[in-house]
T-cell receptor
Framework: GAGVSQSPSNKVTEKGKDVELRCDPISGHTALYWYRQRLGQGLEFLIYFQGNSAPDKSGLPSDRFSAERTGESVSTLTIQRTQQEDSAVYLC???????????????FGPGTRLTVL | AQSVTQLGSHVSVSEGALVLLRCNYSSSVPPYLFWYVQYPNQGLQLLLKYTSAATLVKGINGFEAEFKKSETSFHLTKPSAHMSDAAEYFCAVTIGYNNDMRFGAGTRLTVKP
């Protein structure tokens, strides 16, 4: 079946503009995650959804960042008034885990490379 | 708080040599641990995972990892490195009683001919 997809694959924007990044998880996956990966660095956790609820928003770096999810489907990460330090690859992952402890694997999308000029 | 520490941001080995990538974790509950690999310009893919069934876990491409509770470690090894193993490797741990996961900072493996 289809994997996690993300769009756009690349986004170049001007400082101060808003951007929306989209993630389509694997069908039936209830958990969805957003990460940021700056050039040459590790994964920085941003937010986690279980269904359309976000029990953990602790990683969002500022109030310019927000995310929403429709049911157990697509998620959108929005960055308002983009800054140059927002330039990074934004990765989305999904897993089939339900409420309660799970060791289900996270499946990653290819990422969206955001460049803020 | 649950977390993962990967010792060494860069590791370089010769082709055919042992690969050892270190990962230590902290968790207030019995952990589930993972190793992911990211090849250049590609997404992350799962190498192997520990889910308490066996302490020595075998993964793809000849990699394995051993869970050592007394050392809070989950080091990744491969007996003989191949050039194709050059990539970024991430250790991860599930935290708490949900599906939340935290990743280490990553270790970049270079394989010299």
């Amino acid at each position: 079946g289809a994997g996690v997809s993300q769009s756009p694959s690349n986004k170049v924007t001007e400082k101060g503009k808003d951007v929306e990044l989209r993630c389509d998880p694997i069908s039936g996956h209830t958990a969805l995650y957003w990460y940021r990966q700056r050039l040459g660095q590790g994964l920085e956790f941003l937010i986690y959804f279980q269904g359309n609820s976000a029990p953990d928003k602790s990683g969002l770096p500022s109030d310019r960042f927000s995310a929403e999810r429709t049911g157990e489907s697509v998620s959108t990460l929005t960055i308002q008034r983009t800054q140059q330090e927002d330039s990074a690859v934004y990765l989305c992952a999904s897993s089939s885990g339900r409420w309660g402890r799970s060791y289900n694997e996270q499946f990653f999308g290819p990422g969206t490379r955001l460049t803020v000029l | 708080a649950q977390s993962v520490t990967q010792l060494g941001s860069h590791v370089s080995v010769s082709e055919g040599a042992l690969v050892l990538l270190r990962c230590n974790y902290s968790s207030s509950v019995p952990p589930y641990l993972f190793w992911y690999v990211q090849y250049p310009n590609q997404g992350l893919q799962l190498l192997l995972k520990y889910t308490s069934a066996a302490t020595l876990v075998k993964g793809i491409n000849g990699f394995e990892a051993e869970f050592k509770k007394s050392e809070t470690s989950f080091h990744l090894t491969k007996p003989s490195a191949h050039m194709s193993d050059a990539a970024e490797y991430f250790c991860a741990v599930t935290i708490g009683y949900n599906n939340d996961m935290r990743f280490g900072a990553g270790t970049r493996l270079t394989v010299k001919p």
